[in-house]
């Protein structure tokens, strides 16, 4: 069973970005960039699969510029067998990604892909439901268990009030939530094997995909700021405050 | 303009969501349809009807829609797509799992979790965990939406008299079978609709001592939260977590225990109307969002908090 795992380059989780003040988006410049966490969520799974037997190959794909290449290392020194870059340099919508991801799956042929459930740069949380869309495949978003036999996937996933498991059909999409595993740091000596494995370049125009955005960005702005209060002394301080200045308890 | 708004309900009556997502889904300037789809739904599908300002109720009662499962609901929401020129639903996971499903279908770019409608193309969005709001207009012919709720007030539940009219089922392709759900029982308030909520983060250090923010919590009719760190520890199940991934929420008060204030958590409760922190770290950044910050440990702290209740409420 093949795995195809897209991974995406975005803003390490722990930078506080900054909006340009031109409005135009969000300062990327000579800010530390990173794997997508959920994205490590989905190699990891791949890797575990593969590593169970259950796996026989899984490829690291990612849509982006140059330097997403990278991104693709980090998941080969993971565990991940091959990489796919889909060279742009332009800003590829989950649409985009989804109608760029359905082109590989057709020439690759794998039984299942697994995607993290959202990136959080744009916080869309499409890509995933739109491949499974677009492919007619089944869907099992926000997994946090998963188990293949039988030629099914049975996921539980996290739901609003709790959790819900359902068996999907192969081939299928399935999205990572948190708690599905807890990727591992790559060792130095997979880093070093991590180089030595084949990544393909392919250019959106060889796949025949039109990726022209459908929204435009006419402004990002600073969220409303919002103030640092007071401290209290005691908690009888801070019931008073609540009920006679806040008017929010009583 | 005919805008299409997909419910969330509980087969007796509607979710506090649907309520919220009515006033964007108003917002877009044109009529609006409610479409409940379920199985034994007719109580929501009534519900629907009296939506103040609501136009048409569409049920589609069958039992192969009984667990939301995204494929045949996807379907047919795309059967019906022809007549609307939006679609929206509220950002739960229910519709977090279809609608981008929908969007692809139908070829559109979704906007996901909008929390404010310019115009009936032009919408605003958070972006990087709500440090950045993206204005974005839409070029597709057709609008697919989602709507953070928090953002939102909720529509009148009564005033309408809409008519409702039985749809049919669009199929089952067969994709996926629900096997079980694992549902919190709680008589608290739901986290997203709790007019009070009272999370706990890591510095609880256990699940065994959550009981003491539930007392506080029960007194003050609020609901119970965690941030991630509690929850990937195991101390509360998932659908506790508040934050960027979690469930984003925006009451009157929200008091956060022993919670650091990670940037993802902050996404999940920083538009709350007043916010009370107690962390015995005076450094933790939560303490730079909070109305009202109290240094202290927390373990001395929240069994006061609740005589101190006892004593006003």
New interface residues.
């Given amino acids: 069973m093949k795995v195809l795992v897209p991974v995406k380059r975005v803003v390490d989780y722990n930078v506080k970005i900054r909006v340009k003040s031109d409005k135009t988006g969000v300062d990327l410049a000579n800010v530390k960039m990173s794997m997508n966490p959920f994205d490590e969520i989905s190699v990891e799974e791949a890797v575990r699969l593969k590593e169970a037997g259950v796996a026989t190959e899984v490829i690291a794909v990612s849509v982006g510029p140059q330097q997403a290449q990278e991104t693709i290392r980090t998941a080969l020194a993971m565990g991940a067998d091959r990489g796919i870059l889909v060279k742009t340099d332009a800003e590829v919508e989950p649409l985009g990604v989804a109608k760029i991801l359905k082109e590989l799956v057709g020439a690759e042929s794998p039984d299942l892909v697994i995607a993290g459930k959202q990136a959080i740069d744009d916080d869309s949380n499409q890509t995933g439901q739109m491949l499974a869309a677009l492919l007619g495949w089944s869907q099992a978003t926000f997994a946090s268990e998963l188990e293949i036999a039988d030629g099914k996937a049975k996921v539980t996933r996290e739901i609003d009030g709790g959790l819900q498991t359902i068996e999907v059909s192969m081939p299928a999409v399935v999205t990572a939530d948190l708690r599905l595993n807890e990727p591992r740091y790559a060792s130095l000596p997979n880093i070093m094997k991590a180089k030595k494995k084949p990544i393909d370049e392919k250019t959106v125009e060889e796949l025949g995909v039109d990726i022209a955005p459908r929204l435009t960005v006419l402004e990002v702005t600073e969220p409303a700021a919002r103030e640092a209060g007071v401290k209290v002394e005691t908690v009888a301080e801070l019931v008073d405050k609540l009920k006679n200045e806040a008017g929010v308890i009583g | 303009m005919t805008t299409l708004l997909i419910a969330d309900h509980h087969g007796d009556g509607l979710n506090d969501s649907t309520l919220k997502a009515f006033s964007a889904a108003k917002a877009l300037g044109g009529d609006v349809h409610v479409l409940v789809n379920g199985s034994g739904c007719q109580g929501a599908a009534d519900a629907a009807a009296k939506i103040d300002g609501c136009g048409k109720v569409l049920l589609a009662d069958d039992a192969i829609y009984a667990?939301r499962?995204?494929?045949p609901k996807?379907d047919l929401i795309v059967s019906l797509a022809g007549d609307y020129d939006a679609i929206v639903a509220p950002a739960?996971?229910?519709g977090?799992?279809?609608?981008?499903?929908?969007?692809?279908?139908l070829?559109?770019?979704?906007?996901?979790?909008v929390v404010a409608v310019e115009s009936a193309d032009?919408f605003v969005r958070?972006?990087?965990?709500?440090?950045?709001?993206?204005?974005?207009?839409?070029?597709?012919p057709k609008k697919v939406i989602t709507v953070r709720t928090t953002a939102f007030p909720a529509t009148a539940a009564e005033g309408g008299s809409a008519s409702v009219e039985a749809v049919a089922a669009a199929g089952d392709?067969?994709?996926?079978?629900?096997?079980?759900?694992?549902?919190?029982k709680s008589e608290r308030p739901e986290l997203?609709s709790a007019k009070?909520v009272v999370s706990g983060g890591r510095g609880m250090q256990s699940g065994d001592n959550f009981p003491m923010l539930e007392k506080v919590a029960d007194l003050?009719g609020a609901g119970v939260g965690a941030s991630?760190a509690a929850?990937?520890a195991g101390f509360v199940?998932?659908?506790y977590q508040v934050g960027?991934?979690g469930?984003v929420v925006a009451p009157?008060?929200y008091i956060a225990v022993g919670i650091s204030g990670a940037?993802?958590h902050l996404a999940g409760m920083?538009d709350s109307?007043?916010?009370?922190a107690i962390n015995k770290d005076?450094e933790a950044p939560i303490?730079?969002?909070?109305?009202?910050?109290?240094?202290?440990d927390l373990f001395n702290?929240v069994p006061?908090?609740e005589e101190?209740?006892k004593?006003?409420?």
């Fill in positions: 667990n499962l995204a494929e996807a739960t996971t229910s977090k799992n279809v609608m981008p499903r929908v969007a692809a279908l070829d559109v770019m979704q906007i996901s979790e032009t958070p972006i990087y965990a709500g440090n950045a709001m993206a204005k974005v207009q839409s070029a597709d392709p067969g994709l996926s079978t629900f096997i079980g759900e694992e549902l919190s997203t009070i003050l991630r929850v990937d199940p998932n659908d960027q991934t469930k009157e008060l940037i993802q920083k109307k007043v916010i009370v005076e303490f730079s969002v909070a109305d009202y910050g109290l240094v202290a702290a006061e908090l101190e209740l004593k006003v409420l």
